[in-house]
């Protein structure tokens, strides 16, 4: 299985610490921490369908939780193009407004 992924900054407003028992051993100042997050397309190998599970819901994350679980190779594929989160309708706006004004061709959040 092949997970489309995509850069994504978490801007942290806070001194970060690392604590070890009730030792502070490190502090990071307003860090900014790039992580890795599922853009929510997928490539499914015909081979990790009968890791399925009939006649009830399984979203693709449970799939991917599972062929790690049972050491299977999933793979990360970075979204490197345009691409933008619509599963709250403010931002399903802006991806259209940003179809309209032809602002897809440019890396974005």
């Given at each position: 299985?092949?997970?489309?992924?995509?850069?994504?900054d978490v801007h942290v407003p806070y001194g970060v610490v690392q604590v070890?028992?009730?030792?502070i051993v490190g502090l990071d100042e307003?860090?900014?921490m790039s992580l890795f997050i599922n853009a929510g397309i997928y490539l499914i190998n015909p081979g990790v369908i009968d890791s399925i599970p009939e006649g009830r819901p399984f979203d693709a994350t449970d799939l991917i939780v599972t062929l790690i679980r049972n050491q299977r190779r999933v793979e990360a594929f970075p979204v490197l193009e345009y691409w933008k989160d619509i599963g709250h309708h403010p931002d399903y706006e802006q991806a259209n407004a940003d179809l309209q004004a032809g602002r897809m061709g440019?890396?974005?959040?």
């Open positions: 299985m092949t997970v489309a992924v995509r850069k994504h070890e028992g009730a030792s307003k860090p900014t440019r890396a974005s959040q």
